[in-house]
């Protein structure tokens, strides 16, 4: 309660208000005192293994809050069972003009337009190398750099793959956001069957004699049922390992009346109004797969419940973004606890 009465009051007014400055500021605070997070070890709660990696807990941060790793050890300190950096891409790019972030705080939502800006692949494998092991799992999110055209992208992904595959314990393939031009489209099948049967490949000979790193594919809640039928096939045919559920969304159903005008900003929307569409889609993947296909849940959890009524949809694990940043640190304890 003092981080919503108090801290979050604060931080929301810093830098008159500007929601990047903010989370900037913020992030190069935990990286400061990262180093000394790393001598932060939880004992496992509520542990599993999920596509032959053991997870302390089943809690993991989303792709986007530390996309360049600036901060890895703190989050495991913070709780949190796993993290996933990115989305990164294979050439460093500044991403999307300024400004690109915006809090609807009656909604309990926030739009971005970030467009991928990332340091790079081989910068974040430099950082990683640096840093060494983690006390939790690393996730990875992989997508297409906005210079490259977008029939193109298999090499860019399979670069950025070849950069950081000795670094991440799974890797996620980013096909759905709505920020960079043309990757939507690499959720239709021909596309997907190019670019899954080429990391597929690529994952094979970066594995050799040993076990191939967990590939999972992120997908739009924007996706009809058939299209998100079809992605499961073509998944099924090229050992997909697992399913992330859901991106940001391109709707703006279940916006505040104090926020409309902000909903009309460009970008995709994450946090509450996403939450009963990303368990849709949670449970009709558990569905149409018997159950059989991991899927980590991500979309309007803003604690216990919503954790909860994620994995009766389904997940097998879930990851929070916006939820944490306005219920605070505390949250990802009390669902853990609550598990």
Not at 54 to 77: H, I, Q, Y
Not at 124 to 148: E, F, H, Q, Y
Not at 206 to 222: C, E, M, Y
Not at 259 to 279: C, I, T
Request: net charge positive; charged share 25%.
């Amino acid at each position: 309660m003092v981080y919503k009465s108090v801290v979050r009051n604060v931080l929301f007014r810093m830098h008159g208000g500007d929601a990047e400055r903010i989370h900037e500021t913020t992030l190069r605070a935990l990286s400061v005192v990262s180093p000394l997070a790393k001598a932060v070890r939880r004992k496992p709660a509520a542990e599993r293994t999920v596509f032959g990696v053991r997870f302390p807990n089943p809690v993991g941060l989303a792709a986007g809050l530390d996309k360049n790793g600036r901060a890895l050890p703190a989050w495991g300190a913070l709780g949190f069972g796993f993290v996933e950096v990115g989305t990164v891409t294979r050439h460093a790019q500044p991403g999307n003009p300024k400004p690109r972030l915006f809090r609807l705080r009656d909604s309990e939502a926030i739009i971005n337009r970030m467009g991928f800006n990332n340091d790079g692949a081989l910068e974040l494998a430099n950082r990683l190398d640096r840093l060494g092991p983690l006390s939790v799992p690393l996730g990875i999110s992989l997508g297409k750099s906005k210079v490259t055209p977008v029939e193109e992208a298999v090499e860019d992904y399979r670069a950025s793959l070849r950069a950081l595959y000795r670094h991440g314990d799974y890797f996620a393939v980013n096909i759905s956001s709505p920020n960079t031009p043309g990757l939507r489209s690499l959720q239709d099948r021909g596309a997907l069957t190019e670019l899954l049967s080429a990391l597929e490949q690529t994952s094979g000979e970066l594995a050799g004699s040993g076990k191939r790193k967990p590939l999972l594919v992120k997908i739009a809640p924007d996706l009809t049922d058939q299209a998100i039928a079809e992605v499961l096939e073509v998944c099924a045919a090229h050992g997909v390992t697992g399913l992330i559920a859901t991106n940001t969304t391109l709707s703006r159903d279940g916006i505040a009346p104090a926020d409309q005008a902000k909903a009309a900003e460009a970008g995709g929307l994450s946090g509450r109004p996403l939450a009963v569409r990303a368990r849709e889609v949670v449970r009709f993947v558990s569905r149409e797969t018997g159950g059989k296909l991991p899927i980590i849940g991500v979309g309007g959890i803003f604690g216990p419940d919503d954790a909860k009524a994620m994995f009766d949809a389904g997940a097998s694990l879930v990851q929070v973004y916006t939820g944490f940043i306005y219920e605070g640190p505390g949250m990802v304890r009390r669902i853990v606890k609550a598990l």
